[in-house]
Nanobody
Framework: QVQLVESGGGLVQAGGSLRLSCVAS????????MGWYRQAPGKQREKVAS???????NYVDSVKGRFTISRDNAKNTVSLQMNSLKPEDTAVYFC???????????????WGQGTQVVVSS
């Protein structure tokens, strides 16, 4: 009943920037935490950035100072601004949201389909 759709991935040179966006649609009462994860080939999925419903953010050390996560509650979106990209940022990026589908419902995790980010050297 809830779908997350990501956009903004692509190929960029080292030092460049990309902005990823993710919009949720469907039966949504409210959205709690939102986040971005990434997975490189042969590696485990890694949490890159997260943002609480109150706006508190956290980042994995490797992206601090380069990436910024933000949310727009009115639009049910979460974005990830990625600057000073490095080849090691190459991965499939997934958005994640905790969505309550009713006033008294518990949050449930939903995931986007993933968007590819390739950073060339």
């Amino acid at each position: 009943q809830v779908q997350l759709v990501e956009s903004g991935g692509g190929l960029v040179q080292a030092g460049g920037s990309l902005r990823l966006s993710c919009v949720a649609s469907g039966s949504i009462f409210s959205i709690g935490a939102m986040g971005w994860y990434r997975q490189a080939p042969g590696k485990q999925r890694e949490k890159v950035a997260s943002i609480t419903s109150g706006g508190s953010t956290n980042y994995v050390d490797s992206v601090k100072g380069r990436f910024t996560i933000s949310r727009d509650n009115a639009k049910n979106t979460v974005s990830l601004q990625m600057n000073s990209l490095k080849p090691e940022d190459t991965a499939v990026y997934f958005c994640n949201m905790g969505v309550a589908r009713g006033r008294w419902a518990a949050d449930e995790d939903y995931w986007g389909q993933g968007t590819q980010v390739v950073v060339s050297s």
